[in-house]
């Protein structure tokens, strides 16, 4: 008899999720639209990762992930501001925005527009949800082999493909 599959690293793992945040409904994965992740690549946070490893198909689990383990804590110099002129003049930009910002070693870095003035801006490169405590509600649909193109890519590609 042969043993379920147990999503454990490599494995492209087929999740619905809730996720709240201090009682509040954060997102989720459409019905009938599952979310996948490549076990072990990173895609999810390490949090909820972990708490899945070992898992099966049909168990549902409710996780909750310290900001340690999910998008940090805060950083108090994580906000900055930056002249407006840093943009093209015909770009709308609206708090809430997310942009790559390339730090002095060449890495993009993500950054998110707080406010938005006439001459400057404030950016965050807190994630948004750091310094939060996560709270995800997981039924676990489907486990499965990657695809070598999912290997090398470090992602899954979905049902049709290459979808980045």
Same mark, same amino acid.
């Given at each position: 008899?042969? #043993?379920?599959?147990?999503?454990?690293?490599?494995?492209?793992? @087929?999740?619905?999720?809730? =996720?709240?945040?201090?009682?509040?409904?954060?997102?989720?994965?459409?019905?009938? &639209?599952?979310?996948? $992740? %490549?076990?072990?690549?990173?895609?999810?946070? &390490?949090?909820?990762?972990?708490? %899945?490893?070992?898992?099966?198909?049909?168990?549902?689990? !409710?996780?909750?992930?310290?900001?340690? !383990?999910?998008?940090?804590?805060?950083?108090? !110099?994580?906000?900055? +501001?930056?002249?407006?002129?840093?943009?093209?003049?015909?770009?709308? =930009?609206?708090?809430?925005? !997310? $942009?790559?910002?390339?730090?002095? @070693?060449?890495?993009?870095?993500?950054?998110?527009?707080?406010?938005?003035?006439?001459?400057? %801006?404030?950016?965050? $490169?807190?994630?948004? =949800?750091?310094? +939060?405590? =996560?709270? $995800? #509600?997981?039924?676990? %649909?489907?486990?499965?082999?990657?695809? #070598?193109?999912?290997?090398?890519?470090?992602?899954?590609?979905?049902?049709?493909?290459?979808?980045?």
């Amino acid at each position: 008899m042969t #043993q379920p599959a147990t999503i454990a690293t490599g494995k492209v793992v @087929s999740i619905h999720y809730v =996720l709240t945040v201090q009682g509040e409904q954060i997102d989720a994965s459409p019905e009938g &639209e599952p979310f996948e $992740f %490549l076990a072990g690549a990173g895609n999810i946070v &390490e949090g909820l990762e972990r708490a %899945l490893l070992g898992r099966l198909v049909g168990e549902s689990v !409710q996780v909750s992930v310290s900001p340690e !383990q999910g998008y940090g804590l805060r950083d108090p !110099q994580g906000e900055q +501001e930056i002249p407006r002129s840093a943009f093209p003049t015909d770009f709308e =930009l609206e708090p809430g925005m !997310q $942009f790559g910002a390339e730090d002095d @070693s060449g890495k993009v870095v993500p950054m998110w527009v707080k406010t938005v003035g006439a001459e400057m %801006l404030t950016v965050d $490169f807190n994630h948004p =949800l750091a310094g +939060e405590t =996560l709270e $995800f #509600q997981v039924r676990v %649909l489907g486990i499965r082999e990657p695809t #070598q193109e999912e290997r090398r890519h470090g992602h899954p590609h979905g049902p049709h493909g290459h979808q980045h």
